[in-house]
Nanobody, 126 residues
Framework: QVQLVESGGGSVQAGGSLRLSCAVS????????MGWFRQAPGKNREAVAT???????KYADSVKGRFTISQDNAKNTLYLQMNSLKTEDTAMYYC????????????????????WGQGTQVTVSE
């Protein structure tokens, strides 16, 4: 069974950086979409960034220019480099994956990914 395990969360001051990792195991799809999502207390889960197997990426407006999603296929790992962090970035961050997507990922608001990790907490303080 596919397994996604996030790591790299933590506490950081505003303006700092963190890099999240998501180790993906038993993945068999050649065409896929993977992404990072976050959920703050009392708020709905939202998409942060997605990446397709062909390399195309999408970002939420709130993180454009600050966050970078990438993948290392040799290591079966998804990354999210987060720079210039703001207090409003505080949330539980989840990675997710879905197979069968040809040509690109769906719109950023689509949340019905088939596989999800357990989440890693990111806390940004002033």
């Amino acid at each position: 069974q596919v397994q996604l395990v996030e790591s790299g969360g933590g506490s950081v001051q505003a303006g700092g950086s963190l890099r999240l990792s998501c180790a993906v195991s038993r993945w068999t799809y050649s065409n896929y979409c993977m992404g990072w999502f976050r959920q703050a207390p009392g708020k709905n889960r939202e998409a942060v960034a997605t990446i397709h197997s062909i390399g195309s990426t999408k970002y939420a407006d709130s993180v454009k220019g600050r966050f970078t999603i990438s993948q290392d296929n040799a290591k079966n790992t998804l990354y999210l480099q987060m720079n210039s962090l703001k207090t409003e970035d505080t949330a539980m961050y989840y990675c997710a994956a879905d197979g069968g997507w040809v040509g690109g990922c769906p719109v950023l608001g689509w949340l019905s990914f088939g596989y999800w990790g357990q989440g890693t907490q990111v806390t940004v303080s002033e």
